[in-house]
């Protein structure tokens, strides 16, 4: 059975893992919700991977605790697996094997599953299952990852960092089988350190920096919130009195012509007051999660929930 719709699927406690004196994570209380897609954000370090080890009882923790489904992860870890899916960051396959009798092999893991749900998953993502896995790219590779941890029909998904090595067109059709598993109610926790990707995805995210989760969020707060690079080029002169005290508009300069600033949330009033002027070209530039976690969350390091 699935977990109720609304009801935690992952649920952890005051979870803290130390690799003797160096910090894993402290203190993680975090709540997954049934029939979500949840991001887990940090930069590369920051702990994503050793929640996910504890989550799936491959490590142990130093202290407190965590539930998946309902069920203990450590004593009814057995049980919790029959109905997980897990994709790791650094895949390890074997390599001697083709796709075909990897997947072969993993879905008799579950108990067997039909060569046809194989092969249709392989053939939305083009991936040849015919060759051996060690003469395969990357991205095929993780082509195979992402055929196994979504064939079979887990209840939740463990995704870490799905699109390492996937191209553009890849990466939008493994959006589209989130999108699906979520609209079967099903659920979907997914570390990365890509925004737009989660931007796209998520419904909530939690934000993790220096093992302390600082943050869990609504995308939709986190995007209104969004820290951008802009350069507007006016081809003349553009005071940059008039741009420096809008809302949220900061380190304005203009130079040649052109205005450099970095926006937080709503560009309406930077965009109604350029619009005063002739614009000749305007240039983005996306900001990392790192800078926006600092922009945001500086040093604080105290847990906020939405």
Known sequence: ???????????????????????????????????????????????????????????????????????????????????????????????????????????????????????????????????????????NKQKIGLVAAFMGRPELLILDEPSIGLDPLVQQEFERWVEEVRADGRTVFLSSHILPEVEHLCDRVGIIREGRLIAVEHVADLKSRALRRLEIDFGGDAPPEVFADLPGVQDVAVHDGVLRCTVMGDLDALVKTAARYHVRDIHTVETSLEEIFLAYYGKDVNRHVA
Do not use: C, W
């Not at 108990?111 to 939305?124: F, H, N, T, V």
């Open 1 to 139: 059975m699935g977990a109720r719709a609304g009801s935690p699927v992952i649920a952890t406690h005051d979870l803290t893992r130390y690799y003797g004196r160096s910090r894993g994570i402290i203190d993680v209380n975090l709540e997954v919700r049934a029939g979500e897609v949840f991001g887990f954000l940090g930069p590369n370090g920051a702990g994503k991977t050793t929640t996910i080890r504890l989550l799936l009882d491959l490590i142990r923790p130093t202290r407190g605790h965590a539930e998946m489904l309902g069920l203990d992860v450590r004593h009814d870890r057995l049980a919790i697996h029959r109905r997980v899916s897990y994709l790791p960051g650094e895949l390890a396959l074997y390599g001697d094997l083709t796709g075909a009798q990897v997947l072969q092999y993993l879905g008799n893991l579950r108990g067997g599953l039909p060569g046809k749900e194989i092969a249709g998953l392989a053939d939305r993502l083009q991936l040849d299952l015919s060759r051996r896995v060690k003469a395969m790219s990357l991205g």
